[in-house]
């Protein structure tokens, strides 16, 4: 699907007159990018037209989806919530029905021959246009397509993002030119492309302003950014974090995702630097055997990437690290699926994402036979999750008896309890207050569960 504009007029229907025109319900797949454009849609309907967000699509005058193509399930998922969509609007036939995100961008108009009752399709870069698309679908009963990729304009369109909790989340740059063999991403988000230094920090600024005291950057490759800086030069992802990091209330810096191409020395040694910096890398490698690296065309060999994380502990030893896998590339063999096994042990990760190969229309990768056996993937996937609960499990209780900064971000599900996050982005429950929300409090850890870890506050007030 080329990215453009469609618009196709619904003939035998009048313009609409909506009866209310109140509520707006987002349903969000995928990645922390996708969780990052939701939130800013229902800034900008809410700054439009004041829609209120509500919690079930039963009572939305108009649902956004915003979805996720990196796997086939997940696009399944599209038409399946979409079935349920319909049924609501066969009852109100008035209410509007968006579908954004990478299947707008990938499947474009093909979603409204599928699934007519949907009013727009739009892509990532579009969103932005959402008010306008919205009015001209009441006025004039059109069914449009915006998978347009303008110039990372968005940002220029966007309101001021609402904050809300302790954490806040800044997109600093889209898209990704590495093309992995079997990935969607490069095709659904465009290319690489990084806002000005000088947006980043106003956007910064006020989520600091509005309580937040915890910041992730976010974007495909973050330390892929460069980026105009206040000077007129080009700025690289770490002068970036340095100058992050330097914002006044600003407690905790986090960001995501990197590759392993793009680390630099100079990073790791922002770690070891930078005290809001906390010690967690998502850095994927996706496989641990050379000949599957080269197929999925990552840029790097298994010992680059061991070399990585060698100086990366060298310059912060507490760091911990998790990654992403894929088992069932085609041509994976017993040999590379052991390789992969042999590298998670060799490395020793807190968390990973590990999925079985799919393959997505119009990558490189899908044009070979997809021939590792469904229950052999089945098979790998299972051996990778055993072993990550077994490292998750033995990094949590590693923690116990240390005294760690614990940064205090919402009430418990047990009455009296609260929850935070250690630096290395551990949950911690412990017997606290609802005004510790948004402090870092030293406490001792003096348990272990299965995902989360059980603190005392260390000094008691
Ligand atoms: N930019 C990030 C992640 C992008 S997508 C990176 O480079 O690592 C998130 C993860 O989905 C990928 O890391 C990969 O492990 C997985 N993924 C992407 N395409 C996939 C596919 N076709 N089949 C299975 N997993 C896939
Ligand atoms: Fe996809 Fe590779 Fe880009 Fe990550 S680096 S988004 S896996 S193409
Ligand atoms: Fe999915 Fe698009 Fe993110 S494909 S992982 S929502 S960039």
Redesign the pocket.
Known sequence: MKPGHTEIQLTKVEPASLQSFDTLYIKTYG?QMNEYDSSRMADLMQQAYGLKLVGTPEEADVILMNTCS??EKAEEKVFSELGRYRKIKEKRPDMIIGVGGCVGQQEGDRIQKRAPYVDIVFGPQTYHRLPELVKQIRRERVRITETDMPEIEKFDHLPKQAAHGVSGFVTIMEG?D?FCT??V?PYTRGPEISRPVEDILAECRELLAAGIVEISLLG??VNGYRGEGPDGEEWDFTMLLYAVARLPGLKRLRFT?S?PIEMTEELAIAFAELPQLMPYLHL?V?SGSDRMLKAMHRGHTRADYLRIIEGLRRHCPDLALSS???VGYPGETDEDFQATLDLMREVGYDST?C??????PGTPAAKAEDNVPEEVKDERLQALLELTREQAKSALDRQVGKVLDVLVEKEGRNPGDMEGRTPDFKIVHFRGQPRQIGQVMPMRIVASYGQSLRGELVIAE
């Open positions: 990645c990196v796997r990704c590495k079997f990935c991403v495909q490759n995702t590759h994927p996706q992403d896998f894929i994402f999925f079985k190969y799919s393959p997505r």
